[in-house]
């Protein structure tokens, strides 16, 4: 069974920054395109950042020039670098990803439980 599990969400002030992490578990034989999506409170779940196996990115106009996405392929991981946060970045944050699981010859679209993240002073 795969599992993705996000951390570093919390609180933080407007202007701060903080990290979120993605991490893919189990019987896995690759990944391809990893994503971060959020949902503020409601709101529609909104597509944040995307990257390929290859490390080409794209990002909402929304986050441009503040967040930053990366991944680690060796440890199948997903990472957002939020920097200059806004109170309108307060959202839950979910971690989305393309898993093709051993023994599978498909891609599986796989969802995180999500992390929160409150922009407040």
């Known amino acids: 069974q795969v599992q993705l599990v996000e951390s570093g969400g919390g609180l933080v002030q407007p202007g701060g920054s903080l990290r979120l992490s993605c991490a893919a578990s189990?019987?896995?034989?690759?990944?391809?395109?990893m994503a971060w999506y959020r949902q503020a409170p409601g709101k529609e779940r909104e597509l944040v950042a995307t990257i390929t196996r290859g490390g080409s990115t794209s990002y909402a106009d929304s986050v441009k020039g503040r967040f930053t996405i990366s991944r680690d392929n060796a440890k199948n991981a997903a990472y957002l670098q939020m920097n200059s946060l806004k109170p309108e970045d307060t959202a839950a944050y979910y971690c989305?990803?393309?898993?093709?699981?051993?023994?599978?010859?498909?891609?599986?679209?796989?969802w995180g439980e999500g992390t929160l993240v409150t922009v407040s002073s």
């Open positions: 989305n990803a393309q898993i093709r699981p051993t023994g599978i010859f498909i891609f599986i679209t796989s």
């Open positions: 189990g019987s896995i034989a690759s990944v391809n395109d």
